[in-house]
């Protein structure tokens, strides 16, 4: 139980870091990614806050609870599949800069999706 909460953390942590970065560094990042719409990265910023507090909650009140821990490991499993939609179609043309960073955040999320649903039973 101890290393699923460990990963856990790790996705909350990583959660809240990515969305204060999209936050407050939004006209950077629009830059760097290429995107011109001012909205999109705060509200997914925000959505990722939004997220993080629920992982903070569930591992202080429903950590035992498997279908939970499922529903957070499905949700990262999603936004791997989004991430590779997005490279893959070249959505949005967003800068090389940008898929590349959209790459590597679906690949660590990946990874902690992959280290919750090892340490979940």
Known sequence: MEHLKFWLYCNAVFSVTS???LLFANQFLQTFLGIHN????PSI?????????????IIKYHLKRKNIISLIIFL?????????ILI????FTLTTKGY??????????????????KYKS
């Open 88 to 91: 893959i179609f070249q959505l």
């Open 76 to 84: 990262d499993v999603m936004w791997v599949i989004g991430s590779c």
């Open 19 to 21: 969305g204060l970065c």
């Open 100 to 117: 590349w960073l959209i790459g590597i955040v679906g690949f660590i999320v990946g990874w902690f999706a992959k280290q919750q649903y």
């Open 45 to 57: 910023g925000i959505s990722l806050l939004l997220f993080a507090s629920c992982i903070l909650f």
């Open 38 to 41: 001012a909205d999109i990265l």
